[in-house]
């Protein structure tokens, strides 16, 4: 006996046209939020255009990779990119290690105090960052680990949202599979190693990305606890474009896209794992 066919659904006028409402919406929505990008953009692909034209130039007339081939040839991109990708490194490694091995007992164990513990994290984060500058120098110092990579990323080695994301992941996992790695005979570490974080993966994911945009856009605390400028970032690195070429407008916004390019790739690449982390930590 054949299978009866669903039957093809039927789009009325009034539909289409809500439909087509709500994406002419969206689009000029999507080219609003991109107008400074866009308008960056534009900037340094054309050399010698006043960017304070009005109306703003937002597309390109005519396309000179110029300003490209100049601020490539004053700043050393190369050494400033591997500081980056230093830094950044580090810093992922460490928010990844840490927040989940902080996060994985306050969401698997059951102990006195836990929700407690766990909303004086949470708490913690309506002190503005900038508040604790003077204290992280301060102690960087003390440790002397100034002018160091470490003292660049230890004051942001872990994150209180990132343990709250960790959390809500692993409370999302069923917890027959951490009984079952006891029934096993499994340590707890070996559990929470080869059991639990490879079911979390999108999570870690999620935190990879967004420390990655973190250590790569921080410009002010490199710059206060660095004292060689050879160490510098790259977003550290492209402040001094504002005092040397303080009216070439066209090789600060180049510099600035070299910058930003690695991170709309790696977004773009990782776009999928992101949202995954974000609704697996939504669920739990």
């Known amino acids: 006996m054949s299978k009866p066919s669903t039957p093809k659904r039927a789009f009325r006028p009034g539909t289409v046209i809500r439909y087509a409402i709500i994406y002419v919406l969206l689009a000029a929505l999507a080219l609003f939020m991109m107008g400074p990008f866009l308008w960056l953009l534009s900037v340094s692909l054309m050399p010698g255009k006043n960017v304070f034209s009005v109306p703003p130039a937002i597309f390109p007339s005519f396309i000179d990779f110029a300003n490209y081939a100049g601020v490539w040839k004053f700043m050393d991109f190369p050494k400033y990119m591997m500081n980056t990708v230093v830094i950044t490194a580090l810093g992922i490694a460490a928010n990844v290690v840490l927040s989940s091995m902080t996060a994985y007992p306050l969401a698997a164990f059951r102990f006195k105090g836990r929700n407690l513990v766990f909303g004086l994290l949470i708490s913690t984060m309506i002190i503005p960052s900038s508040t604790a500058m003077i204290v992280h120098y301060l102690t960087i110092q003390a440790f002397r680990l100034g002018d160091t990579y470490v003292g660049v990323v230890l004051p942001a080695a872990v994150s209180v949202f990132n343990i709250f994301l960790m959390r809500q992941t692993f409370m999302s996992v069923p917890a027959d599979m951490r009984d079952s790695g006891k029934m096993d005979g499994a340590s707890e570490f070996r559990i929470f190693w080869q059991l639990m974080l490879p079911l979390v993966k999108p999570g870690l994911a999620v935190i990879a990305l967004l420390e990655m945009m973190a250590f790569w856009n921080n410009f002010l605390w490199p710059i206060v606890i660095l004292n060689d400028p050879s160490k510098y970032p790259l977003a550290a690195a492209l402040t001094y ?33 992101f949202i995954e982390g974000m609704s697996g930590a939504l669920k739990g």
């Not at 005092?243 to 999928?272: C, D, E, H, K």
């Open 241 to 273: 474009l504002n005092g040397q070429f303080a009216y070439n407008f066209g090789w600060i916004a180049a510099g600035t896209m070299i910058s930003v390019f690695p991170i709309i790739a790696v977004f773009l690449l990782t776009q999928r794992y």
